[in-house]
């Protein structure tokens, strides 16, 4: 049964929905979950306090020894979460910083640990779903965006890169970002960026915003209204910029008498690190940003939950259903 | 072909070179992106490597195992003439497993050693054998501004006990002054303290002059070296200067201040060379043969 657009004789003031949803989802308050994986020492922890402008993460980066003299790595995943507040609206942020992979002569299976803790955070989701009694308002602690980090080496990815991105990608949502990229010069970086991308088609692997997938409109083979068009037109061009090309530090320079955050090197300075300084040249930050806080949160929010949560979901219960029929 | 500037001075106190044409290998190691391969044309002042950066993306999947290219480059400084041989080793480093490059490059090296006993057991010998034992191995370090990973301790250990190793940083210029001079500290601290062989510029205090002491204390100490390479010159101020054109700034690499190539240049084919073959000679090939 179709149901059919009326026109209304008069204002009924039901358009105060909206300000009647914000003002609840402001008392709620909001939960936002990153995760940053990489080779270790390419400034994961350093951007993430960048990006929030607080310093949430220690960089777990020097190797502890033990009593024999051989080195221990640590391989525990930690989580730690800040509820910080902007305007009158607060979110609970959850850090996930992976400390490195891939500094051992063997690396096989080091993405485990990464893909074992995204897929739990949606094992005990689901748990409590299903759970007679369940709460009222599940924490959500399904991690919402990946932080891919890769290294400015200026060639191509490494086989190890490969296989780690894509096997994060196949549970979560993927955002590569080129790190330490104040090692690239402007054409070194455009060159590798699009050889990012070529390698990242090649290999089949599926990095958010996805060109497939919209949270907000319905692919029903309709022509494009102008808010699909928007969405579309959105996402492409975000798509064209990934990579971020990022630079982190958690120093300050003066740039115009300000103290701004930057990079102080014998042969010149290196701003636009934090937004306070715009400037592309030196660094994509504040375009990553813009996207993770400003632009796409609430999608890297939804599309978790619909896509990737709902895929496990299907599969788990697939799973119990064959189980309870033998 | 641009003179780097240092002049080749025939090997500090100890020895003079008398033959014409002096042979000597260089082996180079490291993850890829580490500026290798620059690094090598920067120092041959030729573009010796050619970019190793495979057509698409579906060539490189393809390729599996590493290669190990010597080239060999001819190089004449102040009528001095040096035969440069460089074994680039790409590709290290980068799998998932690597044990297998290791491997080869270990294999590599004892390879020459085993070329040189047969070569010297033969009755007849052959005049025009080459002597490519790596007289040297520059291992190329991320700027990871961390410390020393599991791998790198690991490969330096096990080869510092066949070659000369000595430990590079490469692309210096992703660090600030203060980062890699905390780098280097971390670095040397994890060496002394996982007991890594490397070449750290021996002297001997009864026998060696003042000026050498002082030479070697302050290549010591300026270890790991920092490097950076770029086979682009542009002229700047009327000079023509080899560098890295940042949009904030531009790094030379003969620039001392900016980087440790030109003093790793001179030490390398010039103050330390002979130093180096001696050791090569005496200590590492000596162990082979005693088996």
């Keep these: 049964m179709a149901t059919d657009k009326k026109t209304l004789t008069g204002y009924v003031g039901f358009d105060s929905i909206t300000s009647q949803i914000e003002k609840k989802l402001l008392k709620r308050g909001f939960a936002f979950n990153l995760m940053a994986v990489g080779r270790s020492g390419l400034g994961k922890s350093t951007l993430v306090n960048t990006i929030f402008a607080s310093h949430l993460v220690d960089s777990k980066g020097l190797l502890k020894i033990s009593e024999n003299g051989q080195p221990i790595q640590t391989t525990e995943i930690q989580s730690i979460s800040h509820i910080i507040e902007e305007n009158g609206v607060r979110l609970k942020l959850t850090i996930t910083d992976t400390p490195g992979y891939g500094d051992q002569v063997n690396n096989d299976n080091c993405w485990e640990p990464v893909v074992k803790y995204i897929k739990d955070q949606y094992s005990s989701y689901l748990r409590k779903e299903l759970t007679p009694t369940r709460d009222r308002r599940i924490t959500d602690s399904r991690v919402h965006a990946v932080l891919f980090f890769i290294a400015p080496t200026g060639h191509a990815l490494t086989p190890l890169d490969i296989a780690v991105m894509r096997r994060i990608s196949e549970v979560a949502n993927v955002i590569p970002v080129i790190a330490k990229s104040d090692s690239l010069t402007l054409e070194e970086r455009a060159s590798f960026k699009k050889r990012i991308k070529d390698e990242i088609e090649f290999h089949g692997i599926r990095t958010f915003p996805y060109a497939d997938v919209f949270v907000d409109t319905e692919d029903d083979g309709q022509p494009l209204n102008d808010d699909e068009r928007a969405e579309r037109q959105l996402i492409n061009a975000v798509r064209d910029v990934i990579p971020f090309a990022v630079v982190g530090s958690e120093r300050n320079v003066v740039v115009d008498g300000k103290a701004v955050r930057g990079r102080r090197t014998r042969w010149g300075v290196i701003n636009g690190i934090d937004g306070f300084v715009e400037n592309e040249d030196h660094c994509e930050f504040v375009a990553l940003r813009n996207f993770l806080t400003r632009t796409h949160m609430q999608d890297l929010i939804d599309v978790t939950a619909m896509v990737h949560y709902e895929g496990y979901r299907t599969k788990q219960l697939m799973a119990l259903k064959g189980q309870s029929n033998n | ?291």
Excluded at chain 2, 50 to 61: F, I, M, P
Excluded at chain 2, 125 to 137: K, S, T, W, Y
Excluded at chain 2, 218 to 244: H, K
Aim: glycine share 6%; charged share 30%.
């Design chain 2, 1 to 291: 072909m641009a003179s780097s500037g240092a002049s080749f001075k025939s090997g500090g106190a100890r020895r003079k070179a008398t033959k014409k044409g002096l042979v000597f290998t260089v082996m180079i190691v490291g993850a890829s992106g580490c500026g290798k391969s620059t690094f090598i044309n920067t120092l041959c002042e030729n573009p010796v490597i050619l970019r190793k950066d495979h057509a698409d993306a579906e060539k490189a999947a393809q390729l599996k195992t590493i290669g190990l290219a010597p080239t060999t480059v001819e190089l004449d400084e102040d009528g001095l003439k040096l035969s440069l041989t460089v074994v680039d080793t790409p590709g290290f480093g980068d799998n998932i497993n690597n044990e297998p490059a290791f491997e080869d490059i270990l294999g590599y090296i004892e390879h020459q050693y085993e070329e040189i006993l047969a070569q010297e057991s033969r009755i007849k010998r052959n005049p025009r054998f080459q002597d490519n034992r790596v007289h040297v191995l520059l291992y190329f370090i991320q700027p990871s501004g961390h410390s020393l990973r599991e791998m790198d301790i690991e490969f330096m250990r096990l080869l510092g006990a066949r070659v000369n190793v000595i430990p590079v940083i490469g692309k210096a210029d992703s660090m600030t002054p203060q980062e890699l001079n905390a780098f280097k500290k971390r670095i040397m601290e994890d060496i002394s303290h996982y007991k890594i062989p490397i070449y750290d510029f021996p002297y001997d205090e009864e026998e060696d002059d003042e000026e050498t002491i002082e030479e070697n204390n302050e290549l010591r100490s300026l270890l790991p070296f920092s490097v950076i390479g770029s086979e682009d010159e542009v002229v700047i101020s009327g000079r023509r200067v080899r560098c890295r054109q940042y949009p904030w700034g531009v790094v030379e690499v003969d620039n001392s201040k900016h980087c440790d190539f030109s003093k790793l240049r001179y030490m390398l084919l010039s103050s330390h060379l002979h130093d180096l073959k001696d050791i090569t000679h005496d200590v590492f090939d000596d162990d082979d043969e005693q088996d």
